[in-house]
């Protein structure tokens, strides 16, 4: 069996082309833009919780950077660095292959380059950090929302959280519907061009990873402000659409995690250049309530509030 | 049963006083220190491997930090910032209190912020991530040995090797020997005021977190020589001094791992500093052996060379 350092050695280290020293020492050594702020964020994913143990490891691999980039997107950051440790259940060297080509692909994709982590054994578990950079006083926070802003979202929502109800035998769909639907599931694309665009358009920014409405009450209270979504105009892809007789329609769009859509506010008079960045993008961006005075998420169908009790996705709930 | 969310404000979130913004957003936004380059590390510890599931949270809290501080120190790093990714089997409120306590203490002797991170709930597995400081050029690297630099190590080797066989009823000690080697199992102090005093001194240095025998063989090849030591020369304490008959005595010291003190290399003329060095810290500083050409390491026994085959902690060997 192959041994820690040579797992890492074969898996997990390729040139990074931004480090001054990366794998291979105590620490990595990066030398950061000068002037630039610093973002870092860190997830970790539990096998049987975050994925399935069968997922596939390419697909894993690309997930496991995907929702990390995500968040860099989310500040308007652009990611440089990243760093992941394993906890293995044992040395598959086929899984490691697959998971290390998944992340390798999508990192590369983005030039951003694995600096260090961990190796070990035990129930599988995937912790990574990622760094990145944004110029001071332009990171998209949560606490910038104004009353008037229009709240946006990318996208579609909802395709992940059908996707999982599918692989759980709870929703029915032809084979098509549900390989685009898992694609969505598993390879998430992070929306970084999104996220780096909006500096300057966007007043308060984060990504839906637990689900609209818990994510939507995370900005809303940061900012002390009140999210209203009318939830007719929140963007759901053809396939999602189709489901909207199903019970599990609304607390899927609006509360389904693993979307990875940005979720932003902005002023009125942002809404022609976001329209033209949304052409420029290839990445629709809907208009799907405003910021106004007081708390929490008001729903409204049809411009009448609705009483919904959505939760987005919580571990310890 | 409290919430992810609320876990994090009540257990992780203390003011992080060198962060522009610190937990809570999707990311940390921190401003690096113009010119300085950034050292960062990560290290995953994970239940009935790292650690037992039962050791006392407290100290618990402050060996996950200390493992990274100690990178850290290994680097001649300032460390600035920490990332804590928790998984939980289950929310346990006095455990997380006491873990909370260990590591904010340590983190706050050492000025370090924790500045972000993660909940979910999985198998136990604790993954910090640290970030800190060097000015270019004077990080402490492992590939910066001479041939005829003096070989150093720091404190004493193989109280956490004998403090585990303790536990795991294979020595026998008294009460107060078991809990001075515990205290070293348990809370390793990271040398970070020797490793930013090194720089300008070693020529290569690492910390001994996986046993001597391995570690050294790492800054061996990367510096492209032979490290040879005298183990007679290798410092033990006195409880451990005490057990030199027993027949894991030299595994122990020079193999055992968790020891956490510095390992590094100096050029002759710089012995003098190093001794004053010593005195200043309160900190024994011994030398060891040598850099030679060749490679790997030679153990010596009073000159003599003797054929042990030590090994290292490999978490899939």
Redesign the interface.
Known sequence: ?????D?IRRYFTWPAHNA??GV?????????S?G?????????L?????FFADTDPVRLGHKALAVNLS??A??G?TPR?A?L????PE?DEGWLGGFSQGFRALAEQHAVSL?????????L?L?I????E?P?GQ?L???GAQAGDDLWVSGTLGDAAFALQSLLGKVRLTPVEASMLCLRLEQPQPRLALGTALRGLASA???VSDGLAGDLR?LAH?SGLQAVVEVTTVPVSEVVQVLSPHPLYWQCVLAGGDDYELCFTAAPQHREALSALSRQLGLPLTRIGHMQAGNGVQWQEGGQPVDWELQGF????
Do not use: K, Y
């Open positions: 069996m192959s041994g820690e350092f797992l001054v020293l291979g020492d105590d620490a990595a050594l990066l030398q950061p000068p630039q702020q610093l973002v870092v964020s860190a997830d970790m539990v096998a049987g919780r975050h968040d860099m989310a500040m950051a660095w760093m440790s394993l906890a293995l040395v600096i260090g982590g961990d190796t070990t054994c035990g129930p578990n912790s950090q990622i760094m990145g944004v001071p990171a926070r949560r606490d920014a984060l990504d995370h940061c919580d571990h310890f709930a």
